[in-house]
């Protein structure tokens, strides 16, 4: 039989345990001859019963508290390392940007510079932030995935192409079908 440890089951069960004390208080008195019962074992008793539930409800207490304290601890650092690698994600595309436009020769495709453009600003936060990236367990095929998000919103459309060698190009819309 398991006995409910909530305070409202605590409260119940001190209080059957402090009545089922008191029943032999008559029988005690009668046999002793007198009327006077001595009840400093019982109350000391009672006062050790009800110390421990005490000290147990403060434990409990506490334990959840740190719990809570912990999450909320976590939750934020996630949110200021969530926060931290957004922005390092966009200074990525724009020093890819910035390179690119330093590298950029007439006879390169569209593609070709999109892609170009890709892999300098995943290598530049594989570089800058692996710490943050390993935080969350972003691989390089997500990262990759996440700047071409920033990179779309950057420059308005995506060229991409994919493993096959066949060009794909993806409007910036969310909606819209690809083409290859």
Known sequence: MSVALT???????LLALSIAALVPLPALA??????????????????????AA?????RAVISVLVSHIQQRTRLDLDE??????????LQA?????????????????AVDLHNRTLALAVNYALDRVPDALAHFGITAA?????VEARMARTFGSVILQNDDG???????SAGAPAVG
Do not use: K, N
């Open 7 to 13: 305070p409202a089951g605590l409260s119940r069960s």
């Open 30 to 51: 009668s046999a002793a001859g007198g009327t006077t019962v001595d009840l400093s074992g019982i109350a000391s008793t009672v006062v050790t019963v009800i110390g």
């Open 54 to 58: 005490a000290l147990w409800l403060g």
């Open 80 to 89: 200021h390392v969530r926060d931290y690698l957004d922005r390092a994600l």
């Open 93 to 109: 595309v724009a020093y890819a940007e910035t390179r690119i436009d330093e590298a950029a020769d007439a006879s390169l495709s």
């Open 142 to 146: 997500a990262l990759t995935t996440m």
């Open 166 to 172: 066949h060009t794909v190009f993806q409007d910036g």
